[in-house]
């Protein structure tokens, strides 16, 4: 892509979100909440401060820089964090978050854009989390002589980095003064067109992400009553796919007192009513009430709040993570295998390294796609809880492959410690 193009992009792009906005409650987020950002910027941003800007695409992308977010807040007590998002989706849901000092919208690309941006924020160090590359964003932190690092990163042969109409993106690359990967192979690639000298495997953030959440577990007392003695499923970040997979495969279950904790990746009314239907025997985290002598009488409960699925996989017997239906593929496994946990999904994982890693290391399976019956999902539920050698193995498995995985903040921290990227 030429520059001409991505100008030609960034002009469609902007009109057709302003288009959307009229009818797509997400796009009328993306506009409304960059109204008079350069404003509310300068009002909140002091021109003395010194500042660490983090940028995410989402809500996921925020969960792989948070570790290292809060490592460098702890580290850096003079500086300031700025906390940026592209989506909806990140920013509504951690516009509140306290790790940083501040939280906005990232206006979208361009020079006027980028330029202004930068005189407001005058970072002292730029962080871009896994994907995301504006083209005048890292030209003007370039030709600023800020600091910019790439974390968490993960690429893939099919992407336009190394394809030959690719010179704009590679251009792109080579503006980052360290590109943090996740994997031997990507940085294969990047060492393939010419900028290994910039570039270390350093793992994914997510593992000491998840390591950290597990090691904070608080009981939640209105779960543990819920649980009581049954075997559990912990189903998160379902999709109506997943709902109706799973509904079959429990209803035709030969294990006595087995429950379902569900939460969707979708919290609607309209989406929990159908849930509802799909499970009769359900009631709603947001009805319970503690102590509550009827819970014994359900067998599902839907989680219909945002928050809690890092904890409830601590309850499980064996999870199963949403998304694996669906081609755009699994979502996070590592939230469930932390806590020795074996993991079940379906069978799109595979552009998803830490799925794939965590099924070669033995702490998950993946089915086959089961639409219709939920058959085999419900031949694997059973084969896994009546065989205690099978299960053990397993689940120890899981929890094996996320600690063996952890240290990459600390890698990327002792990198702007060595390079004195603050201290300059």
């Known amino acids: 892509m030429s520059v001409f193009f991505y100008n030609i992009f960034l002009l469609l792009f902007r009109l057709g979100t302003h288009l959307a906005a009229l009818f797509n409650p997400k796009a009328k987020k993306w506009v409304k909440g960059r109204r008079d950002i350069f404003e509310k910027l300068e009002a909140a941003i ?52 306290d790790g940083a000092d501040w939280v906005f919208y990232l206006p979208l690309d361009g020079p006027r854009n980028a330029k202004r941006f930068l005189e407001i924020v005058h970072p002292s160090l730029v962080i871009f989390v896994k994907y995301e590359f504006w083209f005048y964003y890292l030209k003007k932190v370039k030709y600023r002589n800020i600091p910019l690092i790439l974390v968490s990163a993960l690429f893939r042969e099919d992407m336009s980095f190394f394809k030959w109409y690719g010179a704009m993106q590679r251009k792109m690359l080579s503006r980052f003064d360290h590109l943090f990967v996740q994997t031997a192979t990507s940085k294969k690639l ?22 950290e959440i597990a090691e904070q577990f608080k009981p939640v007392p209105a779960i543990e009553q819920f649980a009581g ?113 074996i993991v079940l999904f379906g069978p799109y994982f595979h552009k998803y390294t830490e799925a794939v890693g965590l099924v070669q290391a033995g702490g998950a399976i993946s089915f086959a796609d089961e639409k219709k019956d939920g058959i085999l999902l419900q031949q694997l539920l059973e084969a896994l809880l009546t065989d205690n050698g099978e299960y053990t193995f397993r689940c120890r498995a899981a929890g094996d492959f ?12 002792q990198f702007i410690q060595e390079k004195r990227l603050l201290t300059s």
């Open 402 to 413: 996320v600690r063996s995985n952890k240290g990459a903040t600390q890698k990327i921290l």
């Open 46 to 97: 002091p021109p003395q401060e010194k500042i660490v800007w983090m940028h995410c695409a989402s809500l996921g992308e925020f969960e792989q820089g948070r570790p290292l977010l809060e490592k460098m807040k702890l580290q850096y007590p003079a500086h300031k964090f700025l906390l940026t998002f592209f989506s909806p989706s990140g920013y509504e849901v951690r516009k509140d978050y």
């Open 190 to 211: 990047i060492d393939e067109i010419g900028l290994a000298n910039i570039c270390t495997v350093s793992g994914d953030t997510r593992f000491d992400r998840v390591i």
């Open 229 to 341: 003695s049954s075997k559990i499923i912990v189903a998160g970040s379902t999709w109506p796919e997943d709902e109706e997979v799973l509904q079959k495969a429990i209803a035709n279950n030969s294990i006595p007192s087995l429950k379902l904790i569900l939460a969707p990746h979708e919290i609607n009314e309209k989406h929990l009513a159908e849930i509802e239907k799909l499970f009769p025997n359900s009631i709603r985290y947001s009805q319970l009430l503690t102590p509550d002598s009827r819970l014994q009488a359900y067998n599902c409960l839907i989680i219909d709040n945002v928050g809690m699925l890092s904890k409830l996989y601590k309850y499980a017997d064996i999870t199963y993570i949403g998304g694996g239906l669906k081609t755009n593929g699994v979502h996070n496994v590592l939230e469930a295998a932390v806590y020795n946990k």
